[in-house]
């Protein structure tokens, strides 16, 4: 969590950040006429979703597929002189400031893919938030630091993120002040990389079935931000112990990770906080770590006091009898990925920690 001397200056740092944004090569400009619906000069057209809240398919449902389906806007943006395409999910339409969340898919799989394993559009539009899906270039993300034959600009998906952030900022009315990042595998590995290199953009970020980088790609976090990491203890491709050594991919290289438990770490000690506390629940096992707080600024405002006091956490969740995979979704997985664990709903579970900023 943002101590009180960040949460009493973060929304003057904001405009700096943007105009940094807009500094950069990426011009984030959007390809569209701004006469588009709803303003937004990036979408190429709007539709209804086809996707249902989470667990509303066979075999169950769960308490946050309550809402219909926002309307879908598929849009597209200029970065780093290439066009990036997104889905974006709208709440109910109000003057007020929305919660946004990015959600970065699997290695291999797209923006839909996601969009319909997690059922987040319908749980997070029910909740008035913003939700993009961005699609990864050759359906993946440069989620390490290591340039490849593949990816050889490791910073162009941290750059194309800032200019999606930015532009929803300006186009859809998102709260710069809450803007959060989750996704699933190789794109749980990109919403960590912009969890620990851009703390200052988001205000929470959920890992699921992804770990972070190390060896030659290594991300290291950079300053405190609630950060939750959701991980099968039997995960068959990607280990709960990390891959320090991972073998070769005629595709694509598959760089190497730490455990999950060392990601969840390294994220609490960026933030300085104390030992951990683990307990078990049903399902799956929490490991907590209480992040600390900062002095506040002599000219911090009562609010802000207050916020800060209330210490943010980061939080490990190991969950039983499950592999490479969304727990509570109701798509069966890949062959060779593993089981689904019903005992935990991934997707209510991510957006109660970032709303309740990771308490």
Same mark, same amino acid.
């Given at each position: 969590?943002?101590?009180?001397?960040?949460?009493?200056?973060?929304?003057? &740092?904001?405009?700096?950040?943007?105009?940094?944004?807009?500094?950069?090569?990426? *011009?984030?400009?959007?390809?569209?006429?701004?006469? #588009?619906?709803?303003?937004?000069?990036?979408?190429?057209?709007?539709?209804? *979703?086809?996707?249902?809240?989470?667990?509303?398919?066979?075999? #169950?449902?769960?308490?946050? !597929?309550?809402?219909?389906?926002?309307?879908?806007?598929?849009?597209?943006?200029?970065?780093?002189?290439?066009?990036?395409?997104?889905?974006?999910?709208?709440? +109910?339409?109000?003057?007020?400031? $929305?919660?946004?969340?990015?959600?970065?898919?699997?290695?291999? %799989?797209?923006?839909?893919?996601?969009?319909?394993?997690?059922?987040?559009?319908?749980?997070?539009?029910?909740? #008035?938030?913003? @939700?993009?899906?961005?699609?990864?270039?050759?359906?993946?993300? #440069?989620?390490?630091?290591?340039?490849? $034959?593949?990816?050889?600009?490791?910073?162009?998906?941290?750059?194309?993120?800032?200019?999606?952030? $930015?532009?929803?900022?300006?186009?859809?009315?998102?709260?710069?002040?809450?803007?959060?990042?989750?996704?699933?595998?190789?794109?749980?590995?990109? +919403?960590?990389?912009?969890?620990?290199? &851009?703390?200052?953009?988001?205000?929470?970020?959920?890992?699921?079935?992804?770990?972070?980088?190390?060896?030659?790609?290594?991300?290291?976090?950079?300053?405190?931000?609630?950060?939750?990491? @959701?991980? !099968?203890?039997?995960?068959?491709? &990607?280990?709960?112990?990390?891959?320090?050594?991972?073998?070769?991919?005629?595709?694509?290289?598959?760089?190497?990770?730490?455990?999950?438990?060392?990601?969840?770490? *390294?994220? +609490?000690?960026?933030?300085? *906080?104390?030992?951990?506390?683990?307990?078990?629940?049903?399902?799956?096992?929490?490991?907590?770590?209480?992040?600390?707080?900062?002095?506040?600024?002599?000219?911090?405002?009562?609010?802000?006091?207050?916020?800060? %006091?209330? %210490? %943010?956490?980061?939080?490990?969740?190991?969950?039983?009898?499950?592999?490479?995979?969304?727990?509570?979704?109701?798509?069966?997985?890949?062959?060779?990925? !593993?089981?689904?664990?019903?005992?935990?709903?991934?997707?209510?579970?991510?957006?109660?920690?970032?709303?309740?900023? !990771?308490?």
């Amino acid at each position: 969590m943002r101590s009180s001397r960040d949460l009493a200056s973060r929304a003057r &740092r904001w405009p700096a950040a943007l105009a940094l944004a807009l500094l950069l090569p990426l *011009a984030g400009c959007a390809t569209g006429a701004d006469s #588009g619906p709803g303003g937004d000069p990036s979408a190429t057209g709007t539709g209804s *979703a086809t996707a249902t809240g989470p667990g509303t398919g066979p075999g #169950g449902g769960t308490a946050t !597929g309550t809402a219909a389906p926002a309307p879908e806007v598929r849009g597209q943006l200029r970065a780093d002189d290439r066009t990036r395409r997104y889905l974006l999910h709208r709440p +109910a339409d109000t003057d007020d400031p $929305k919660p946004l969340l990015i959600a970065f898919h699997g290695r291999g %799989a797209d923006a839909a893919e996601l969009r319909e394993k997690s059922r987040l559009e319908r749980a997070a539009t029910a909740r #008035g938030m913003l @939700v993009a899906f961005p699609e990864g270039l050759d359906h993946g993300w #440069g989620a390490g630091t290591r340039a490849t $034959k593949q990816r050889p600009d490791p910073g162009l998906d941290v750059r194309f993120t800032e200019a999606l952030i $930015k532009h929803l900022v300006r186009t859809e009315h998102a709260d710069p002040e809450r803007v959060y990042a989750t996704g699933f595998s190789n794109g749980g590995s990109m +919403a960590l990389r912009m969890a620990a290199e &851009r703390p200052d953009l988001l205000a929470g970020a959920v890992s699921v079935s992804g770990q972070l980088p190390a060896g030659d790609a290594a991300v290291k976090p950079t300053g405190p931000l609630p950060v939750m990491v @959701v991980y !099968g203890a039997d995960d068959p491709v &990607r280990p709960l112990a990390g891959w320090p050594s991972p073998p070769p991919d005629p595709e694509e290289p598959i760089l190497p990770s730490l455990s999950a438990r060392d990601t969840a770490a *390294a994220f +609490a000690a960026a933030g300085g *906080a104390g030992k951990p506390v683990a307990r078990e629940e049903k399902g799956y096992d929490r490991t907590v770590w209480r992040l600390k707080d900062a002095a506040p600024e002599e000219d911090s405002t009562a609010a802000a006091t207050e916020a800060a %006091a209330g %210490a %943010a956490t980061v939080q490990l969740l190991v969950v039983h009898d499950a592999g490479h995979t969304w727990p509570g979704s109701t798509v069966p997985p890949p062959d060779g990925f !593993g089981p689904v664990s019903k005992a935990l709903d991934a997707t209510g579970t991510l957006l109660d920690f970032l709303t309740g900023s !990771g308490r």
